[in-house]
C-alpha cells in the first residue's frame, strides 16, 4: 500500500510542472546546455526527499539531455511509470523550489559518443521503474541507473555502483526505519544500486549551470 500511495504521489509531483511552460531555471539553462549533459533536481515526493536526505544531498532526480528530430532540448529519463522522453523545460519545472544543476563530462564529448549514448538512452526507453533501486535488474530501470548506463555505453563510469550496505556505512546516523517499511521488513544489504548522489558528486564531471542551489 506505500509502494501505491508513493507511486500516485509521484504521478502528482510529475503533474505540477504542467501547469507552466518554459520557467526562468529552464530559459537560463539552455543558454549552457549542451548534448550528453546530465540535469539533476530535486522531487517533490516524501520516498525522494528520503533519498536526498540519506545519501546527503539536495538532488534526488537526474535525466540527460539531447536534440530531438525537432531541434529541441528534451531529457531522457527513467521514471514513474517508465522511462521515457519529456521536454527540457517541462522536466525542470517539476523539481521542488526550482532547484537544478547541469552537470558535464569534463574532458569532453565526440559527437561519436554523444551518438552512443542517446543509442543507449533509446533502448531503456519504455523499461518499468525499479522501486526497489536494483541496479541487476535487467527489465527494470530507476533514474541514475538510466544514466550510469548510457555513460558505460562509451566506457565511462559515472558515479559508483555499490551495496545498500555501503550506503548505511556512509551515512551511519540514517534512520532506517522508513526503508524497513518501504522493503517490508526486509532491507536488502546486499543489493548492488547507486544514486544521483554518486553521480553528482562525480569529479569527472564539471558544473555549467546551478539555479537556486545553496
Known sequence: MIKLLLSISILLSSAMGLAQTDGPACLAAQTFIAEGDVVFTSNHNYLFRRVERDTMTWTSHTGQVFKNDRNEWVIYESTWPKSKITPLCE?????YEDRAEIKRLSSGL???QIRIMKMAATRQLGLSYDQGFDYDDKKTSFCSKFIFNNYSAIGIDIGQLHTFQALLDENPDMDI???????????????TTITPGDLIRDNKFSTVFKYNID
Open 91 to 95: 522536466f525542470m519545472q517539476r523539481s
Open 110 to 112: 565526440t559527437t561519436s
Open 177 to 191: 526505519s522508513f526503508w524497513k517499511v518501504w522493503y517490508l521488513g526486509r532491507i536488502p544489504y546486499t543489493r
